[in-house]
């Protein structure tokens, strides 16, 4: 029986309003102190290595703009994660972006050779519009395909995102003939600043990350992903509709990363069909590195911000002393492994409690 008792008359206490710090404190809370530490090492380490060369503005500037993609795509696939799920085809969608942004101005404009140019300062909005439509149109086809393969096919995340990864990336070589495709059309799209020092594209970067928390934190997508996540048996039996849910996340996953194809294509002026192999393992790696557990039901869109940060740095900071690039993807490899340990660790200290 209830025994709580209140004063005659006296409303119920009503739930305060999180204030803003409360907001930020919650959220470096639910980030892993090891990716903070990890990165101050890793600042403190190469900047010692490497001195006028690492910490310098004109390299964190650099940085910044080149973490901004990595970004984008770590945030589609939080929400992956946060369901317990995994996505692999993060590269096929980025590629197939690239591909359907750029043969979207290739119907509208004609261009020497393989390069596509725009001119026209007026039609240059309209184009980009087109090419960006064309990009999540491809991000779409992928996450319907995943969705639907996972939630009602029933086959596992791993294996599916395996297999679109694999035939979204022939198709891309389909559509190019193997070949990549340049165009500076779209470069206002990165290359400007709509706020003076700030590149365009560190801009959208952290405008993703803001609606991602929003879309994470302060809505019912997120909620019911991280239900999902936690229990996905449990949420099915209080009325959320598992398999649609799970379609809307891996379409949400997947948008993010074409949008991501839509951005690498503006920012580096040609598509990459095979520059994107490891975006995957990056991608992952910053989203476990954050504190998102990889088991699902835990999330936080601040600290899959830091944990882009972690292969961003180590990649910086080896080309900076000259190491090899195969030496590069093993170190983020084995900094992955060390993150699914870790959060091992921590669920079973968490059960134990």
Do not use: C
């Not at 025994?3 to 119920?12: E, H, M, S, V």
């Not at 290739?106 to 596509?116: D, I, K, L, P, R």
């Amino acid at each position: 029986m209830n025994t709580t008792k209140t004063r005659r008359g006296a409303a119920p206490d009503a739930p305060q309003k999180a204030s803003a710090f409360s907001m930020v404190r919650t959220a470096l809370s639910q980030t892993s102190g090891l990716t903070f530490a990890a990165l101050i090492i890793m600042v403190i380490y190469f900047s010692f290595m490497e001195p006028g060369k690492f910490n310098t503005i004109s390299n964190f500037d650099l940085l910044a703009q080149n973490l901004s993609i990595l970004i984008v795509l770590s945030v589609g696939a939080t929400f992956v994660i946060a369901t317990s799920g995994i996505d692999l085809s993060i590269p096929a969608a980025v590629v197939l972006g690239e591909v359907f942004a750029t043969k979207a101005l290739g119907w509208f404009t004609v261009g020497e050779g393989t390069a596509v140019d725009v001119t026209d300062s007026e039609t240059k909005l309209s184009y980009i519009l087109v090419a960006l439509l064309a990009a999540l149109a491809a991000g779409l086809i992928v996450g319907v395909l995943n969705g639907v393969i996972i939630a009602y096919m029933h086959v596992p995340p791993l294996l599916a995102t395996l297999g679109t990864l694999g035939s979204g990336l022939g198709a891309a070589n389909l559509l190019q003939d193997g070949t990549n495709t340049g165009t500076s059309a779209l470069s206002p799209v990165t290359s400007g600043e709509m706020i003076p020092g700030l590149s365009n594209i560190i801009l959208i970067a952290a405008l993703t990350v803001i609606v991602g928390w929003v879309a994470l934190r302060l809505s019912v997508f997120g909620r019911y992903t991280l239900a999902i996540g936690s229990n996905e048996e449990a949420a099915r039996r209080v009325g959320i509709k598992v398999e649609r849910h799970l379609i809307k996340v891996y379409v949400l996953a997947a948008l993010a990363s074409s949008f991501g194809g839509f951005l690498s294509v503006s920012y580096f002026g040609t598509t990459a069909l095979s520059g994107h192999t490891t975006d995957n393992m990056q991608a992952i790696t910053a989203v476990a590195l954050g504190g998102t557990s990889v088991f699902g039901g835990v999330a936080t869109m601040l600290g899959t911000l830091m944990g882009a940060l972690i292969p961003s740095l180590l990649k910086n900071g080896f080309i900076i002393m000259g190491v090899g690039a195969y030496w590069q993807d093993v170190a983020i490899g084995f900094v992955l492994v060390l993150t699914v340990w870790f959060d091992q660790m921590r669920r079973k200290a968490r059960t134990k409690q």
